[in-house]
């Protein structure tokens, strides 16, 4: 397949989102790789049903024979890297995985990557991008009066989840510097949006409050993030892809630095107008203060000067317009929520967050 690209991790939050926008702007064919962990569904992918243009392979980026299999059988131009573990409440409970997934996975990704790129001739290998989409969590916590991350700032991970992404950054780095694999890194802040895996607290808050459950809060609610619209994100890192210096990275994030107690108001004032509670009353009394994350990162903020200044991306959205849209398509996609909130993510809940928060009513917590 002529000029295509090798999305992997396609099927989650940030991956589908991706793959439709890129398809909605480009001739260019995605072959999309996913594992369908808990996070990957292939309903975010429905609408590209009967296009060509989109190629879905059900398997994992640490599958080597699969992989190779599938570089030399379509010879894309790039490959943009999704398939991560990606929830930090997962990783403190379970941290094998985010090893296996996240450092082990984009190792053999890029063995595969690295055997096909050097088979092919002089031109492919110098227009070649491997893209790998990272997370500002490797930076570690900021305390409230230190400016926001750049991409000089040291690596201090603090969770399983950013510990492994700080590896599997390094790797990238290093598959660089040692065999010349054309790479680009990209570290984002929070995103937030349509097709969001209500395990995160944007789209939690959104379904738990509809359902009348507790919206928790953890600790004080007073941990900042920086948060960006989706597809903000996505055109970043197209822009990056297109136009990004080979082994550069680059920060993306929307200037938005929020606490979370915050975050959780705004979204209740907003489902106050949208969709009023039965009773008439506000959807705050809904918000239940539980017991802190362990290590519990206190502040995140993305300096994005340098994608903004060397290839002039900017975000569309504000926060205002990008929280209306999500909470708007939740209460348009209702049928993809109750999809989604299968046995599994039952059985997650309840792990989390314990029996009072999985099965509360307004007002029991
Ligand atoms: P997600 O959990 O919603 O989706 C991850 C997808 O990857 C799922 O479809 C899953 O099935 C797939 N996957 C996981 N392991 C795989 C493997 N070994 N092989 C193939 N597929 C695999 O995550 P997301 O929020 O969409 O995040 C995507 C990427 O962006 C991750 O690398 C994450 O670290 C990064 N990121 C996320 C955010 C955020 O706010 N969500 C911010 C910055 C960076
Ligand atoms: P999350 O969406 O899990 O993203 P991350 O941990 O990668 O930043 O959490 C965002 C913030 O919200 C984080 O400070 C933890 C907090 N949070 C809660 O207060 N309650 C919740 O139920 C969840 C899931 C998160």
């Not at 299999?69 to 010879?75: F, G, R, V």
């Not at 395990?199 to 409050?209: D, F, G, M, S, Y």
């Not at 209740?268 to 959807?283: F, H, I, Q, T």
């Not at 209702?334 to 792990?351: I, L, N």
């Amino acid at each position: 397949m002529k000029h295509c690209i090798l999305v992997t991790g396609g099927a989650g939050f940030i991956g589908s989102n991706f793959v439709l926008d890129w398809l909605a702007q480009s001739q260019q064919s995605v072959i999309n790789l996913d594992k369908l962990s808990y996070a990957g569904n292939l309903q975010n992918l429905a609408s590209l049903q009967g296009d060509a243009r989109h190629v879905f392979v059900h398997g994992d980026i640490g599958d080597s024979d699969l992989v190779a299999k599938l570089l030399s059988t379509h010879q894309p131009r790039a490959v943009v890297n999704f398939a991560a573990e990606s929830h930090v409440d997962r990783s403190i409970h379970g941290p094998e995985a985010f090893v296996q997934n996240n450092i082990v996975g984009t190792f053999r990704l890029l063995e595969a990557v690295r055997s096909y790129w050097q088979t092919m001739d002089v031109e492919g290998r110098a227009a070649f991008r491997f893209l790998h989409v990272s997370t500002d969590e490797v930076y570690g916590s900021l305390a409230p009066d230190e400016p926001a991350f750049t991409e000089q700032h040291p690596f201090e991970p603090n969770s399983p989840y950013s510990a492994s992404k700080a590896a599997s950054d390094h790797l990238v780095r290093a598959w660089h510097h040692t065999y010349g694999l054309p790479v680009l890194t990209t570290n984002c802040s929070n995103n937030y949006g349509p097709l969001h895996f209500p395990e995160k607290l944007i789209p939690l808050v959104i379904v738990n409050a509809l359902a009348l459950k507790p919206l928790p809060v953890y600790g004080d609610g007073q941990q900042i993030r920086d948060w960006l619209y989706v597809k903000d994100h996505c055109s970043a890192i197209r822009r990056v892809l297109q136009a990004g210096r080979v082994g550069e990275t680059y920060n993306i994030g929307g200037w938005n630095e929020q606490a979370n107690l915050s975050i959780v108001r705004t979204i209740c004032e907003l489902l106050d107008r949208m969709a009023p509670r039965a009773d008439g009353k506000p959807y705050q009394e809904q918000i239940t203060f539980v017991t802190d994350r362990p290590g519990h990162d206190r502040r995140y903020a993305i300096d994005a000067r340098k994608v903004e200044q060397e290839l002039g991306w900017k975000p569309q959205e504000t926060f205002e317009s990008g929280i209306a849209k999500t909470v708007q398509w939740y209460l348009d996609n209702q049928d993809w929520v109750a999809h989604v909130q299968s046995g599994a993510y039952r059985d997650w809940v309840h792990t989390q967050y314990g029996a009072a928060i999985a099965q509360g009513q307004a007002g029991a917590a």
